[in-house]
């Protein structure tokens, strides 16, 4: 079992930046492929970054790709979100998740096993 706590969300003018962290429980937290998602109201779950377990294996989708910068410190068991360059759109419910066991880097939210209780970011215009 993987507990996962996101933390860093908050209120921000658009332009600004926000770095969000996720801080994982056990002692395998560096087997884990992990992904960043987020959910805005009335919109599905959607994939925002994802990192593998050595972390030489980065995707974003296009909608951050130069914007947002995901990471990991697997001495640490935590993951970050860097953003920068805000955008009112950006503004939902940021979600971490970990899926054991597999090196593919999916953007299909049922894919991952172990998801946090997300942290709201709001981008004011």
């Known amino acids: 079992q993987v507990q996962l706590v996101e933390s860093g969300g908050g209120l921000v003018q658009a332009g600004g930046s926000l770095r969000l962290s996720c801080a994982a429980s056990?002692?395998?937290?560096?087997?884990?492929?992990m992904g960043w998602f987020r959910q805005a109201p009335g919109k599905e779950r959607e994939f925002v970054a994802g990192?593998?377990?050595?972390?030489?294996?980065?995707y974003y989708a296009d909608s951050v790709k130069g914007r947002f910068t995901i990471s990991r410190d697997n001495a640490k068991n935590t993951l970050y979100l860097q953003m920068n360059s805000l955008r009112p759109e950006d503004t939902a419910v940021y979600y971490c998740a970990a899926r054991p066991n597999y090196a593919y880097i999916s953007q299909n939210p049922p894919e991952y096993s172990y998801w946090g209780q997300g942290t709201q970011v709001t981008v004011s215009s």
């Open positions: 990192i593998g377990r050595g972390d030489s294996r980065i």
């Open positions: 056990g002692r395998t937290f560096s087997t884990y492929t």
